[in-house]
């Protein structure tokens, strides 16, 4: 067995505030799960890159989304647009519309502070969850590498529609957006 088959998943943690940072770090450390901490949205957009461009991407990403440089959610719009989309989650003080439907344009999970331990895990837990549920395909479009878990329904990337999981036939509903 290689050494890169061994490595456990990682989550990349993007925080700049040290004390926040280090706290989620412990926490998500203390629950099992292998931390890279990292300090603005750039880290987050590079770190992931390059563990992506080694076939290892995180296994999930947390991230605040106001920091220097660049937002949380800038970075992972900036991932999604070179079609690298892991699951994420992004923490926000700031329950701006604009920033949560951003996210749900993307798939991104929003957890609002103040949150409690138990409820960050419990939603990094889901987002994990619905990564590793077998592969979708589009009905509308037959794309099978853009669909993203959302709540319980699936988002397809590439035609911007919703399937309903519960709907035996997956029948697509169009959101009538950036088509």
Known sequence: MSPDAEMPPVILLAEDDRDVRDSLELLLQLSGYVVKPLTSGVELLQSTLDMSSVGRPPAA???DHRMPEMTGLG???ALNDRSIV??????????DLDIVDKAEELAVSVVH???TTDQLIERLEDV???AVDEP????????????????AALFCRSCRRI???S???????????GN
């Open 61 to 63: 990403v947390i991230s």
């Open 136 to 151: 979708r395909v589009c009905s509308a479009c037959g794309d099978d590498e853009g669909l993203r878990a959302r709540g």
């Open 113 to 115: 502070k103040p949150f």
């Open 163 to 165: 399937a309903d999981t």
């Open 128 to 130: 994990l969850r619905r």
């Open 75 to 77: 970075a992972l719009e």
């Open 86 to 95: 892991p699951p994420a989650i992004l923490i926000t003080a700031f329950g």
């Open 167 to 177: 709907d035996p036939d997956d029948a697509m509903i169009d959101l009538g957006r």
